[in-house]
């Protein structure tokens, strides 16, 4: 079960992070399984100071990693 109160919200679009079904945790006892669920998608940086959204993050964020990388190469700054 996917617990709502655990929902955040992406920093970037504000939309709500949809959580990832991790798997289920078969320890439990009286054969009960629990579903484990990823709430806090993913990190926004260094776009902004928070968690995002997958679509955010792969449209967002990857290409702003990937530019600043290339420019910190292009300098020839390590940081
Ligand atoms: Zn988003």
Known sequence: MIDKSKIKVCCI??????????G???IYDNDKSLDW??????NAQPVADGRC???????VVIPQ???????????????
Request: hydrophobic fraction near 20%.
């Open 24 to 26: 289920k945790d078969q």
């Open 65 to 79: 990693r990937i530019t600043d990388l290339s420019m910190r190469l292009n300098m020839g700054v390590s940081k």
């Open 53 to 59: 959204c997958d679509s955010c993050n792969s449209t």
């Open 37 to 42: 669920y990823w709430y806090d998608g993913n």
């Open 13 to 22: 679009c504000t939309e709500s992070i949809k959580p990832q079904y991790l």
